[in-house]
């Protein structure tokens, strides 16, 4: 089980750190993705980071704002989220993988519920 958090509203230009905990089994051997889904669009990738730390794939919207980082003894993911812009408005999601990161939502095996993020002008 993934449980996302960290959301909330920002004006243009701020920040968020978004975390998402795994629980019930350890998600240290896997990728872990996030994803994106505005109101009537569909899912996005957002970013992706293999389980050894040594790989990390972004979106080119958000290569150079956001990062993603992970902490294996936590259980925990992470997505920085700086310089916000309002369409990066939308439901963020978290997703673990048993295998190299991808950037496509059907390769994922485990998802969080979400997060609600914000950005005003």
């Known amino acids: 089980q993934l449980q996302a958090s960290g959301g909330g509203l920002v004006q243009a230009g701020g920040s968020l750190r978004l975390s998402c905990a795994g629980s019930g089994r350890s998600f240290s051997s896997y990728s872990l993705g996030w994803f994106r889904q505005a109101p009537g669009k569909e899912r996005e990738f957002v970013a992706a980071?293999?389980?050894?730390?040594?790989?990390?794939n972004y979106a080119d919207s958000v290569k150079g704002r956001f990062t993603i980082s992970r902490d294996n003894a936590k259980n925990t993911v992470y997505l920085q989220m700086n310089s916000l812009k309002p369409e990066d408005t939308a439901v963020y999601h978290c997703a673990a993988r048993n295998g190299l990161f991808a950037t496509t939502s059907s390769a994922y095996d485990y998802w969080g519920q979400g997060t609600q993020v914000t950005v005003s002008s």
């Open positions: 980071i293999t389980w050894s730390l040594s790989s990390t």
